[in-house]
């Protein structure tokens, strides 16, 4: 076979496994350079099953370099807070969160992956099943999370987590002298979705 035969194969093959090669590094799910090579950045983002049971969160996000924070508002619609309590107490109530804030400060540990620690402040409604009786509690939540943002592109990410939450000893007293105690701890798998609205790689 001819010498300059063999050289345009090579070099056919060569150039077809470095486009190949490039289209791995920098696609839809793979960008080049990386979206946690981030200098700064400035994200929105939704626990989006709120909306589901008539309630609704935001959250706005800061991100520079490793470091975000983040600022949120929940309100829980008719969500059962309790159905995912490690230590609930009674399956006579069920408690909602009412519309609160909560502050956020996270880093990038790995990747995308990110660990924060937050303050929540909350009232909650807590509904007594056998009477229909409501009251509310308030409560300063502290914990800790680990999530990882999943980006499809530039923009959209979807950011699935646990967290934990951790705060002080709390029951109410209903008419029929029923108690209910507030859970002391809870561990709650989250989901959130997020646009990354403004960002400026680093260099």
Known sequence: M????????????????NINAQSKKNNLLNPV????????A??????????FFGGYHIGIGYRYKKYRVRVSVI???DYN?????????????????????????????WKNLELYGYIESHTFQVKQLSTGEKQDIKSTDIGIGISYQFF???VF???PGVHSYFRKNQSLTFSNYEIYNIPTF??????????????????
């Not at 001819?2 to 496994?17: D, G, P, Q």
């Not at 400035?42 to 909306?51: A, D, T």
């Not at 809870?186 to 990354?196: A, K, N, Q």
């Open 2 to 17: 001819n010498k300059a035969v063999i050289i345009s194969i090579l070099v056919l093959l060569f150039s077809a496994e």
């Open 33 to 40: 350079p990386k979206n946690y090579e981030v200098k700064s």
């Open 42 to 51: 400035i994200e929105i983002e939704s626990l989006v099953p709120m909306f």
């Open 75 to 77: 309100n829980g619609g």
């Open 81 to 109: 807070v309790d159905s995912q309590a490690l230590n609930n107490t009674s399956d006579n109530f069920e408690r909602y969160y009412k519309t609160g804030p909560g502050l956020f400060l996270g880093y990038n540990i």
């Open 152 to 154: 499809i592109g530039r």
């Open 157 to 159: 990410y979807v950011q």
């Open 186 to 203: 809870e561990l709650t798998p989250v989901i959130r979705l997020g646009f990354r609205i403004f960002k400026r790689i680093e260099k």
